[in-house]
């Protein structure tokens, strides 16, 4: 990276008041930014009391040994019976905690109640199968309630999950079950997608030809289609948690028992396995969820779209709604499954209230048209929150507007796998939203911008995003590799963290989110973010979608190679691009121009919707394209490659 840091183009100057109504009843107040930042420790230890400890903890912090962390030390407790029993012992069994909704349409409602009775029966079936405390679990599962209970029943005996995304190759899941030793895989016959039933358990089948040391495998019932069997080492799930007690006695972890293992695959090497405990990161996950989404427990519907392989579907499906006593919506399938108004039909039939999704998914409700969410009934949404990427100012408008009925207010939470709980959002009811602003650390968290020698960048300028104290869900380790822990989080910026994302700090001091510091490029000397230039372009009515990289340059080192998907109607022309190009002029300068753009159908994504900006630069250096495991649909790769052969 060039000693200038990042660039800071982009203007945008609309402002949103929260609404009044909101903020005369919000979780959150104006007072807890001055409160925690008084006394960050005090404000933790309070959050903490949010939990029921079976030992109280008395210490907040042990930053002892940095960079590894103790938080709540010698407290106790059991994470499920917080998600679960607790809530049933205070009168709340009848509560709806999960509305399932399945792709075909099947749907089931399960209360508080039937969840503790299904969670311990699953926990009863691990013990009956050896599993036990501190052994590693790997869960293979669609988005099924299961999932949740099968998470559940981990954390309640002590074993530490590892949730795959259904879906990775079975080299991927064979790379993870290896490098966490795991046990028993949970995993399922398959799953619905895009209406139809797809196999998941032959992924494991030949997963396990590559690994040892699983004694067994459980498998859900989903989509009853043929499977190989092994006999002896696989177990249906329906049958072994049939014949157990619906009764088991929570024992209660000390607060830094490992709760999961999640991995992600950074750009390269092997998968990094990020390690997550229990009361802190509990605490946080829950204070997070209360303060953000601004939950009533009572009255909301709320609905967070992740999947559960992604760590939004760990901390905000299962983690922070269950333990704040949500009653929550899980979705099986894909959006335009039969038709382009799931979401809305969903939201619609049961009165949503609060929605959490991610800009890859509302940019697709652009490109889709304006006229299908208008044909539902969306006046229940309260608050909307976005979660995965930098949103453009056009789409967080968007979903504003055609989503949120122009009233609500919208979240944009940065955080990562690695952050465990969201780190930087507005507050509703408190925060004067700005789109595409990420905003302020929340209570209790320090975040700064940082340049190249590791000073605070002054307000109106770019930098690196840190996070300066140790807070409570933050990853302890990376599993079994302490020292790429340091090295890949601790050392760049002597004490702090480097979250590798690159950031701007506005005049008012807000923090803007410009995208991973390895996508950052680098034009005549000028660091340009991605995120701005693809936030411009999008800007422009024709444009729904696009992904921006740099390419190596003879004359101005790298140049700005922008992919475009084009909105519904609109067709390519080379007066278009050219007009593309003039606009990213105008927006935001002519260093920013495109030298060239190529319009496509498709964009390269993870499962949990990130753009893969490394596999688009390998296109347009002429490269042969790279690792493609961890994209959601692989053939978008020979597609693009495709229309661009036509292109010049
Ligand atoms: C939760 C999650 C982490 C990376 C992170 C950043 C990007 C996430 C964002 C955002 C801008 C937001 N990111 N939320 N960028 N604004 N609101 O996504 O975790 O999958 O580990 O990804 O995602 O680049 O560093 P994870």
Same mark, same amino acid.
């Given at each position: 990276?060039?000693?200038?840091?990042?660039?800071?183009?982009?203007?945008?100057?609309?402002?949103?008041?929260?609404?009044?109504?909101?903020?005369?009843?919000?979780?959150?107040?104006?007072?807890?930014?001055?409160?925690?930042?008084?006394?960050?420790?005090?404000?933790w230890?309070?959050?903490a009391?949010?939990?029921?400890?079976?030992v109280?903890?008395?210490?907040?912090?042990?930053?002892?040994?940095?960079?590894?962390?103790?938080?709540?030390?010698?407290?106790?407790?059991?994470?499920?019976?917080?998600?679960?029993?607790?809530?049933?012992?205070?009168?709340?069994?009848?509560?709806?905690?999960?509305?399932?909704?399945?792709?075909?349409?099947?749907?089931?409602s399960?209360?508080?109640?039937?969840?503790?009775?299904?969670?311990?029966?699953?926990?009863?079936?691990?013990?009956?199968?050896?599993?036990?405390?501190?052994?590693?679990?790997?869960?293979?599962?669609?988005?099924?309630?299961?999932a949740?209970?099968?998470?559940?029943?981990?954390?309640r005996?002590?074993?530490?999950?590892?949730?795959?995304?259904?879906?990775?190759?079975?080299?991927?899941?064979?790379?993870?079950?290896?490098d966490?030793?795991?046990?028993?895989?949970?995993t399922?016959?398959?799953?619905?997608?895009?209406?139809?039933?797809?196999?998941?358990?032959?992924?494991?089948?030949?997963?396990?030809?590559?690994?040892e040391?699983?004694?067994?495998?459980?498998?859900?019932r989903?989509?009853?289609?043929?499977?190989?069997?092994?006999e002896?080492?696989d177990v249906?799930?329906?049958?072994?948690?049939?014949?157990?007690?619906?009764?088991h006695?929570?024992?209660?972890?000390?607060?830094?028992?490992?709760?999961?293992?999640?991995?992600?695959?950074?750009?390269?090497?092997?998968?990094?396995?990020?390690?997550?405990?229990?009361?802190?990161?509990?605490?946080?996950?829950?204070?997070?969820?209360?303060?953000?989404?601004?939950?009533?427990?009572?009255?909301?519907?709320?609905?967070?779209?992740?999947?559960?392989?992604?760590?939004?579907?760990?901390?905000?499906i299962?983690?922070?709604?269950?333990?704040?006593?949500?009653?929550?919506?899980?979705?099986?399938?894909?959006?335009?499954?039969p038709?382009?108004?799931?979401?809305?039909?969903?939201?619609?039939?049961?009165?949503?209230?609060?929605?959490?999704?991610?800009?890859?998914?509302?940019?697709?409700?652009?490109?889709?048209?304006?006229?299908?969410?208008?044909?539902?009934?969306?006046?229940?949404?309260?608050?909307?929150?976005?979660?995965?990427?930098?949103?453009?100012?056009?789409a967080?408008?968007?979903?504003r507007?055609?989503?949120?009925?122009?009233?609500?207010?919208?979240?944009?939470?940065?955080?990562?796998?690695?952050?465990?709980?969201?780190?930087?959002?507005?507050?509703?009811?408190?925060?004067?939203?700005?789109?595409?602003?990420?905003? *302020?650390? #929340?209570?209790? +968290? %320090?975040?700064?911008?940082?340049?190249?020698?590791?000073? @605070?960048? /002054?307000?109106?300028?770019? &930098?690196?995003?840190?996070?300066?104290?140790?807070?409570?869900?933050?990853?302890?380790?990376?599993?079994?590799?302490?020292?790429?822990?340091?090295?890949?989080?601790?050392?760049?910026?002597?004490?702090?963290?480097?979250?590798?994302?690159?950031?701007?700090?506005?005049?008012?001091?807000?923090?803007?989110?410009?995208?991973?510091?390895?996508?950052?490029?680098?034009?005549?000397?000028?660091?340009?973010?991605?995120?701005?230039?693809?936030?411009?372009?999008?800007?422009?009515?024709?444009?729904a979608?696009?992904?921006?990289?740099?390419?190596?340059?003879?004359?101005?080192?790298?140049?700005?190679?922008a992919?475009?998907?084009l909105?519904?109607?609109?067709?390519?022309?080379?007066?278009?691009?050219?007009?593309?190009?003039?606009?990213?002029? *105008?927006? #935001?300068?002519? +260093? %920013?121009?495109?030298?060239?753009?190529?319009?496509?159908? @498709?964009? /390269?994504?993870?499962?949990? &919707?990130?753009?893969?900006?490394?596999?688009?630069?390998?296109?347009?250096e002429?490269?042969?394209?790279?690792?493609?495991?961890?994209?959601?649909?692989?053939?978008?790769?020979?597609?693009i490659?495709?229309?661009?052969?036509?292109?010049?």
């Amino acid at each position: 990276m060039s000693s200038e840091t990042l660039a800071n183009l982009l203007r945008e100057e609309r402002r949103f008041e929260p609404p009044a109504v909101l903020a005369a009843n919000a979780n959150a107040t104006t007072a807890d930014h001055e409160r925690a930042a008084a006394d960050r420790l005090g404000f933790w230890a309070e959050q903490a009391r949010r939990l029921s400890w079976a030992v109280e903890p008395t210490e907040t912090l042990d930053w002892s040994n940095p960079p590894f962390a103790k938080w709540f030390a010698d407290g106790k407790l059991n994470v499920a019976y917080n998600c679960v029993d607790r809530h049933v012992e205070n009168g709340l069994g009848d509560r709806v905690a999960i509305h399932f909704e399945g792709e075909p349409g099947d749907s089931r409602s399960i209360t508080y109640a039937q969840l503790k009775d299904e969670v311990s029966q699953a926990a009863n079936a691990l013990l009956e199968l050896g599993v036990r405390k501190g052994d590693r679990v790997a869960v293979y599962l669609p988005m099924i309630a299961e999932a949740v209970v099968a998470m559940l029943a981990c954390a309640r005996i002590g074993a530490t999950h590892s949730v795959v995304f259904g879906g990775f190759s079975s080299d991927a899941v064979a790379s993870r079950i290896q490098d966490a030793q795991a046990k028993l895989v949970i995993t399922a016959d398959g799953g619905y997608r895009r209406g139809k039933p797809s196999a998941l358990k032959p992924a494991i089948d030949e997963a396990l030809t590559k690994v040892e040391g699983v004694d067994h495998v459980l498998v859900i019932r989903r989509t009853e289609q043929e499977i190989p069997w092994t006999e002896g080492r696989d177990v249906w799930w329906h049958e072994i948690t049939a014949r157990q007690s619906t009764e088991h006695t929570p024992e209660a972890h000390e607060a830094e028992h490992p709760l999961f293992i999640l991995y992600t695959s950074g750009t390269t090497g092997k998968p990094k396995g990020i390690l997550h405990t229990s009361g802190g990161y509990l605490t946080q996950t829950s204070y997070t969820h209360h303060a953000v989404f601004d939950l009533k427990p009572e009255t909301d519907v709320y609905w967070c779209t992740a999947d559960i392989g992604w760590v939004t579907g760990h901390s905000y499906i299962v983690y922070g709604p269950l333990s704040n006593g949500a009653t929550q919506v899980i979705y099986e399938g894909t959006p335009d499954t039969p038709h382009q108004g799931r979401f809305w039909e969903i939201v619609q039939k049961y009165g949503v209230t609060i929605l959490y999704t991610a800009p890859t998914a509302i940019r697709t409700f652009m490109k889709w048209g304006d006229d299908i969410p208008a044909k539902f009934d969306l006046s229940s949404l309260r608050v909307l929150g976005s979660v995965g990427e930098p949103i453009n100012p056009e789409a967080w408008i968007w979903y504003r507007e055609h989503i949120g009925g122009g009233k609500c207010p919208i979240v944009d939470t940065w955080w990562q796998t690695e952050t465990g709980a969201v780190m930087i959002s507005p507050l509703p009811g408190v925060t004067e939203t700005k789109p595409g602003s990420a905003q *302020r650390a #929340l209570p209790g +968290i %320090a975040a700064t911008v940082v340049d190249d020698e590791a000073n @605070e960048v /002054p307000n109106g300028s770019g &930098g690196y995003l840190v996070l300066t104290e140790p807070w409570p869900s933050m990853l302890r380790t990376i599993w079994g590799d302490d020292q790429r822990y340091i090295d890949t989080y601790w050392s760049r910026f002597q004490g702090r963290y480097f979250a590798g994302d690159g950031a701007k700090k506005d005049e008012d001091g807000d923090i803007w989110l410009l995208g991973r510091v390895d996508d950052v490029m680098l034009v005549s000397g000028h660091n340009i973010s991605t995120t701005e230039v693809e936030s411009a372009l999008v800007g422009h009515p024709s444009v729904a979608e696009s992904a921006v990289v740099g390419a190596a340059d003879v004359t101005t080192g790298q140049a700005i190679v922008a992919f475009v998907i084009l909105r519904g109607g609109v067709t390519e022309s080379p007066e278009l691009v050219e007009e593309l190009r003039a606009h990213v002029g *105008r927006t #935001l300068g002519p +260093i %920013a121009k495109p030298k060239q753009i190529k319009v496509v159908g @498709e964009l /390269p994504k993870t499962r949990s &919707g990130k753009i893969m900006r490394r596999l688009l630069r390998d296109i347009a250096e002429g490269r042969e394209v790279g690792d493609t495991t961890t994209l959601a649909d692989s053939s978008v790769m020979n597609l693009i490659q495709l229309s661009n052969t036509g292109s010049r």
